[in-house]
């Protein structure tokens, strides 16, 4: 136990946010319970964090990357993934695992259990001429393989993503994921959400 607050405090010290600490222990309770020693960490988090967690956002967090943008990677495995966050919401290792041959069903698509966080697979509808272009172009790039090309490693392919990010001035895209949920949900509802300027809940 004293092993486990020592290493969160050291977390703590350098900053990590109390949701990575969340997730870190989520992985420290289940590797206890393989072990037989269920009891070594609270079933609280609140036994072992300091602060809280701000749920609720307080300003938009979406991006969308501009054609002349997306242009300006010229690699073609990277920019179809970059698109594929943006156009249906992925994450980042979604998106670079994203293999057409599996996942393409015509109306929507599907990702795999492996490809997602958490371990669940999960659909999405193919519902705009551009998502139908951008599924295609992916097929023709990767054919039966992923946006991986096939002499690399997921590592090595993840330490070249974040480089080409870096030399274009990008950085945690996952606003794209953002601004996909908040078209999805004008899409949806008919009105934009509170952060594009639409009716708050109370409303």
Known sequence: MKHVHALLKRWQEIGLSVGTQKNAVAHLRWWARKI???GMIPASNNVLLNGKQELIPTQSKAQYLSHSTLRQITDAHMRLSIELQQEFGLRKE???KFRPSYADHGSYIELKGSWTKGGRKRSIPVISFEQRDLI???HVIAGQGS???AEYSLKQWKQKYERLLSKHGLRNLHGL???YAQRRYRDLTG???VFAGGPTRKN
Do not use: A, F
């Open 147 to 149: 946006l991986i090309p």
């Open 36 to 38: 037989g020693k269920d």
């Open 177 to 179: 994921r953002h601004g």
């Open 191 to 193: 009105w934009n959400s």
């Open 94 to 96: 979604e998106s670079l």
């Open 136 to 138: 295609d172009r992916v």
